[in-house]
């Protein structure tokens, strides 16, 4: 992404609201950033080569949580002024 990193897109969805589950997919990433990105709610950080399982045990794993949160709460509603996330290049 230029000009933006993953973690500064997952900062702009938590103040925005917007709770998903993020996996962070990465060829540059260190142990710090990783922190960082699981701390603020990450639900995996994948180092680029990596099995393909392994992205699939990450969905199953967001799917998991997201129902189990979803099942718990009631859903949040989005502010009307922020109903949907800008399209890429706008």
């Known amino acids: 992404m230029p000009g933006q990193s993953g973690l500064d897109l997952q900062d702009v969805l938590i ?3 917007y709770d998903i589950p993020i996996i962070f997919i990465t060829g540059h990433g260190d142990i710090p950033m990783a922190v960082r990105a699981m701390k603020a709610g990450a639900v995996d950080v994948l180092p680029k080569p990596f099995e393909e399982q392994t992205l699939l045990n990450a969905i199953q794993q967001a ?3 997201r129902r189990r949160t979803s099942a718990s ?3 949040p509603s ?3 002024s922020r109903t949907t996330l800008p ?3 706008q």
């Open 87 to 89: 399209r890429h290049g």
């Open 63 to 65: 799917v998991s949580q």
């Open 15 to 17: 103040a925005g609201g």
């Open 78 to 80: 989005l502010p009307e």
């Open 73 to 75: 709460a009631e859903p």
